[in-house]
């Protein structure tokens, strides 16, 4: 089985950075695309950040130049540095991954997993 879990979420001041993690694990055989959503309270989950296998990154126009993903692929870990935060930046984030495990002797699965979220807070 797969999980994923987030870490290094909290409070920070506005122009404060923080980075968040997210590390896989289980019987991991590859990991493809990995993101990072965030869901404020009476909104909808929006995508903020991906990478591909390959270290293609997307942002979602609000955090381009603010916000970097990257990616470990030894520790199977995904990270999203954040700088230059604002109050509106303030949400839970979630990581999100597809991933190829092993399930059985010679069985293989690729599923979509995501993280229990961890919560940033930009506040003075």
């Known amino acids: 089985q797969v999980q994923l879990v987030e870490s290094g979420g909290g409070l920070v001041q506005p122009g404060g950075s923080l980075r968040v993690s997210c590390a896989a694990s289980g019987s991991i055989v590859s990991i493809h695309g990995m993101g990072w959503h965030r869901q404020a309270p009476g909104k909808q989950r929006e995508l903020v950040a991906s990478i591909t296998s390959g270290d293609t990154t997307n942002y979602v126009d609000s955090v381009k130049g603010r916000f970097t993903i990257s990616r470990d692929n030894a520790r199977n870990t995904v990270y999203l540095q954040m700088n230059s935060l604002k109050p509106e930046d303030t949400a839970v984030y979630y990581c999100?991954?597809?991933?190829?495990?092993?399930?059985?002797?010679?069985?293989?699965?690729?599923?979509?997993?995501w993280g229990q979220g961890t919560q940033v807070t930009v506040s003075s």
């Open positions: 999100n991954a597809d991933v190829t495990d092993r399930s059985g002797v010679g069985i293989y699965r690729t599923g979509n997993y």
